[in-house]
């Protein structure tokens, strides 16, 4: 394998490659590690370029992998140890790659969104079990000592409500909330 340091022996080619082998042909080079390449069209935008949606596509796949690799270190799932730099696939299979790719991408994105809502259900649950706890060790304290019903101040003045009525929804509302809370 070469390396590109000044002293090494170098020269300036130029390659005139039909469009339909440019990419094995580049892969194959860029798989030898031998070939710097030099951009001849400096004053051409980004836009303005051949290759544009082949270099967006690249760019694409590149994000989502990024993505996906952050998940898999998120969940320590631990990466296969091999090559980082395997061979360029041929130009069908990537585009094969990029379909799975993203469907990969947008099926994690949900799942993990998922996950969110049932670790937020999962706490609400908790909270309203505590609350129950608290509420269901609150009522029998106050069951064992005989409620009175006199602390509440006198409705005389009120003909809508009647006190003894009050008197027995309370008292069924109390017998109500145990029952609920035995289970």
């Known amino acids: 394998m070469g390396s590109l340091f000044r002293s090494e ?3 300036l080619a130029q390659l005139f490659l ?10 194959a080079l860029g798989e030898k590690g031998l070939v710097q390449f030099r951009d001849l069209n400096q004053n ?3 836009f303005q370029r051949k ?3 082949e270099v967006k596509r690249c760019e694409e796949l590149e994000r989502i992998l990024a993505y996906l ?12 140890e091999g090559e980082t730099s395997p061979p360029a696939p041929p130009l069908k299979q990537v585009l ?3 379909e799975q790719l993203q ?5 994690l994105r949900e ?12 706490l609400e649950l908790i909270e309203y079990t505590h609350m129950l706890r608290v509420t269901k060790t609150f009522l029998k304290r106050n069951v064992e000592f005989e409620p009175t019903y006199e602390e509440f101040p006198p409705l005389e003045n009120d003909s809508l409500l009647d006190y003894s009525c009050m008197q027995r929804l309370g008292a069924k509302l109390g017998d109500a909330v145990l029952t609920l809370l035995e289970f």
């Open 18 to 27: 039909q469009s339909g082998t440019a990419y094995e042909c580049l892969s």
């Open 9 to 11: 022996a170098m020269c």
């Open 51 to 53: 290759f544009v949606g």
């Open 96 to 98: 094969e790659m990029q």
């Open 103 to 107: 469907k990969l991408e947008v099926e």
């Open 44 to 46: 051409v935008s980004s």
């Open 69 to 80: 690799v952050q998940e898999i270190n998120r969940a320590d799932i631990p990466l296969p």
């Open 111 to 122: 799942v993990t969104k998922n996950k969110e809502k049932l670790r937020k259900n999962l």
